[in-house]
């Protein structure tokens, strides 16, 4: 199963966890007051971006290892709903492959190569821990995989926040939509000790996941812009790096907001349980 599981890794840094940064205030089309700043206009937009009861966001551009890619995600706080579809448009990994976490359950499609392996079966079923045993003996570990797909990937926006050089850049057209720009740099290291100042555990995990993606690209520095709409929402993101397997320039643009989300587990006939002796997957 091995080649199974590693074909359904996407290497999208994002990007589920919680984003809760204090602040409050008016949208890009408004005067900011006196006593705001950039860092604080980013955090305000971050939080209320988190707070969305759903969210279907888009990603394009180019990872490390994984070349071009155009992925796109779909999530639904509570309960959690979430499926996100990656697609690699280069590279040894080329192809489209898909999660879902369904009531607790994470689910990925199989490649084309293991549907005969597992019976005809094009979906495999990691359960509902991080962690388990496979039925052949195999320890896994498939909490990266987790919280990439049932994450908000607006706590990437959150790192402008920390950025020492964060700034306003101006009004600009950004997804269709009038926003402001803000833009700045800040290195991993910097980043994960600002970490150190968050208590909520959840949102601390959550970014520490983002940070431990960068560093297994070899990226150490982040450029950074985030696009605020007039309702106060993160609109658009752009993350840019250098790391010693390639390139890092990725845009998350924000779609649909607070609109229904439904996803579906995949039919248990047709899903093959890692846990589980193939023979006794079906149903």
């Known amino acids: 199963m091995s080649l199974a599981v590693r074909a359904v890794l996407p290497a999208v840094v994002l990007p589920a966890a919680v984003l809760l940064l ?39 551009g180019r990872f490390p290892e994984r070349g071009r890619i155009a992925d796109e995600g779909a999530v639904r706080r509570k309960p959690l709903q979430a499926r996100l579809t990656t697609v690699n448009l280069s590279g040894a990994e080329k192809g489209r492959t898909e ?45 990266s995989l987790r919280d990439q797909v049932g994450r908000n990937p607006v706590r990437e926006a959150a790192f402008l926040a920390d ?27 910097e980043l994960r000790a600002s970490l150190k100042g968050i208590k909520d555990k959840a949102v601390r995990e959550g970014r520490a996941n983002s940070l431990d ?26 993350t840019q790096g250098l790391g010693r397997h390639g390139a890092l320039d990725l845009t998350f643009t924000f779609l649909d907001q607070d609109k229904p989300v439904t996803v579906r587990a995949p039919h248990a006939g047709d899903t093959a349980d890692l846990r589980k002796p193939l023979e006794k997957s079906r149903s």
Not at 117 to 129: D, E, L
């Open 22 to 60: 204090a602040g409050c205030g008016t949208g890009a089309g408004a005067e900011e007051s006196a006593g705001s700043s950039a860092a604080e206009a980013v955090a305000r937009a971050a939080e209320r971006t988190e707070g969305l009861t759903s969210l279907h966001y888009r990603v394009t």
């Open 99 to 143: 999660l879902r976490l369904v009531g607790g359950v994470l689910y990925g499609s199989a490649p084309d190569d293991m549907v005969e392996k597992m019976g005809g079966r094009h979906w495999i079923s990691y359960g509902p821990n991080e962690k388990f045993t496979t039925d052949s003996g195999l320890r896994m570990d498939v909490g």
């Open 163 to 189: 950025a020492e050089d964060v700034r306003r850049v101006g009004a600009e057209k950004a997804g269709g939509a009038d926003t402001a720009h803000y833009a700045g740099t800040a290195t991993v290291d």
């Open 213 to 238: 993606q960068y560093e297994k690209a070899g990226v150490d520095e982040l450029t950074l812009d985030v696009w605020v709409d007039r309702d106060d929402h993160v609109k658009q993101l752009r």
